[in-house]
C-alpha cells in the first residue's frame, strides 16, 4: 500500500509538473505533431486492420446466434452497430493501442533516462516533464478519439461487406438496421471513453519510462510494466463509465 501511494504521489508530481507554460512554443509544436504522427498515423494500419475483423466476426457471429424466424435480420446491423460504438472499437483498439503505443513511450523515455539525455536537458534550464510528456499527452488526447472514430466507421463497413459477401443479410436489410433507433448518447459515450482511455495510454507509460532506473534491462521491465497496468486501468476505467454513464 505504501509503494501504491508513493507512485500515486510521483505520477500526480510528474503531471503537475508537466502542465507549465512552454519556454519555446515552436520547439514544443515541432515535438506534438511528432507525436500526433507517431500516436496516430502510425497505428493507423492496425487500427484499420482490427476494426474490419471486428466489424466482420461479429456479423458472422450474430448470424449464427439469431437463427428463430422471429428475429428479423435487420437486428444483426443494429447489433453490430451498437457493439461497435459501446464496447469493442474503444476498449479493443485502445488495448491494442497501450501495447502498441505505451511500449513506444516507455522505451522512448526509459532510454533517455539510462542514457543521461533527461538529465542534459535539465542542465540546460529545460522543463523536461513539459517538453517530453505534455506533447504525448496531448497529442493522445486528439488522435486516439479520431482513431476511435476512424474504427466505429470500418468496423462496421467490415460488417456490412461481410453480411453481403456471406448473403446473411441484403443491402437494403443492413442500411434498414443500421439506422433503426439510433442513439446519438452512444457517440457521445465513446468518444468520452476514448478520452479516459488516452490520458491512461499516455501517463501510465510516460510515468515508468520517465523513472527508469538502471539499464537495457529496466527499460523493457519498465516496457512491459506500462502495458500491463495500462491494459488493467482501461478495463476498470472501462466498468466504472459504463457504470456512472448508461
Request: glycine letters at 8%.
Amino acid at each position: 500500500m505504501k509503494l501504491f501511494f508513493e507512485h500515486l504521489g510521483r505520477l500526480f508530481l510528474m503531471i503537475q509538473g508537466g502542465f507549465t507554460r512552454p519556454e519555446n512554443r515552436k520547439v514544443y509544436w515541432k515535438e506534438f505533431m511528432e507525436q500526433c504522427n507517431d500516436i496516430g498515423i502510425r497505428s493507423l494500419p492496425i487500427v484499420l486492420i482490427i476494426s474490419i475483423f471486428l466489424g466482420m466476426v461479429l456479423t458472422i457471429q450474430l448470424s449464427y446466434q439469431l437463427v428463430s424466424p422471429l428475429v428479423p435480420k435487420t437486428v444483426i446491423a443494429t447489433l453490430v452497430r451498437d457493439s461497435s460504438i459501446l464496447e469493442l472499437c474503444p476498449t479493443v483498439v485502445c488495448i491494442v493501442l497501450a501495447g502498441v503505443v505505451g511500449s513506444k513511450i516507455a522505451s522512448e523515455l526509459g532510454n533517455m533516462r539510462v542514457s543521461d539525455q533527461i538529465d542534459a536537458l535539465e542542465i540546460m534550464g529545460i522543463n523536461t516533464k513539459s517538453y517530453l510528456i505534455l506533447p504525448k499527452i496531448l497529442a493522445a488526447m486528439i488522435m486516439v478519439p479520431a482513431l476511435i472514430i476512424i474504427s466505429i466507421g470500418i468496423s462496421i463497413w467490415g460488417g456490412y461487406m461481410a453480411g453481403i459477401f456471406s448473403h446473411i443479410l441484403s443491402r437494403q436489410q443492413f442500411i434498414i438496421g443500421l439506422t433503426t433507433d439510433f442513439v446519438p448518447y452512444n457517440l457521445f459515450f465513446a468518444m468520452m471513453k476514448a478520452f479516459v482511455f488516452a490520458l491512461i495510454i499516455s501517463i501510465v507509460p510516460s510515468y515508468f519510462g520517465y523513472h527508469v532506473k538502471g539499464g537495457a534491462l529496466e527499460i523493457g521491465k519498465a516496457s512491459t510494466t506500462s502495458v500491463v497496468i495500462s491494459c488493467i486501468l482501461i478495463l476498470c476505467a472501462d466498468y466504472a463509465l459504463s457504470l456512472v454513464m448508461l
